[in-house]
């Protein structure tokens, strides 16, 4: 009984990883969660705190889809996490704009090793055109790493899934057939009712440039961390 209690307990270390399609699912949702935080985060005057809690949510990320997804990292830039939240922490400390650029860069070259190192080689052999690949791939993988996987087309999980395009686009005819009439109704109703209109005003007063700006933020950092997983993970 002991030895048939040894093989389950490590039968889950064993597990093959989830199908690809699973892991492409994950790294979407993180990019989704990161652009949204991020656009909220770091909008903030003079970056500080949310600055530094949204380079531990990247870590957090990094660190979630990799135990869920189970991918081998086994070079030496996964440990390079915890001096990369170090610096996250160390930034809101300081006080000198000198010490702050530093700590951003500091942040940027960890955050270009760990997506060049952590699956393959290693780091205390590192030269400095170890470094200067490291950089050029991070920048290619933020700027165009979302581009082959978005253009070519993934194979997400479960046949639902596979139908999400198609019931999406019929909602959305759905919706574009039913709005003319929506605003003609809802110009009558206004017209003869005042408080409905006033309702209606406060409901569609919207700051149409916040809403862009929040959408530009949203866009560029969904973008980049969706191209710098996709490059980390493979």
Known sequence: ??????????T?????????????????????????LG?????????????????????????????????????????LLAPLGFFAIAYVLRDSDTLRALNLLAIAILLALIVYRARAGQIRVAGIGDYVAAGLAASLGAGYGAIVPLATGVTWPGARLNRTPVLVLRAALGALIA????????????S????????????????????LRDAVWFSIIGWMAFGLLKQLFG
Do not use: E, Y
Request: with cysteine; net charge positive; proline share 6%.
């Open 1 to 10: 009984h002991g030895r048939v209690m040894n093989i389950s307990q490590s």
């Open 12 to 36: 889950p270390a064993g597990l093959p990883p989830p199908p690809r399609g699973h892991l492409i699912a994950h790294l979407l949702a993180g990019a989704l969660a990161l652009g949204a």
């Open 39 to 79: 656009s909220w985060l770091l909008q903030a005057d003079g970056w500080g705190i949310g600055f530094t809690l949204f380079v531990g949510l990247c870590g957090a990320a990094i660190v979630i889809i990799w135990r869920v997804n189970r991918v081998a990292l086994t070079g030496g830039g996964r440990w």
């Open 179 to 190: 709005l003319p009439m929506l605003l003609i109704f809802g110009a009558l109703f206004a």
């Open 192 to 211: 003869a009712d005042p408080d409905f209109g006033a309702l209606l005003s406060r409901l569609f007063k919207w700051d149409l440039s916040g809403l």
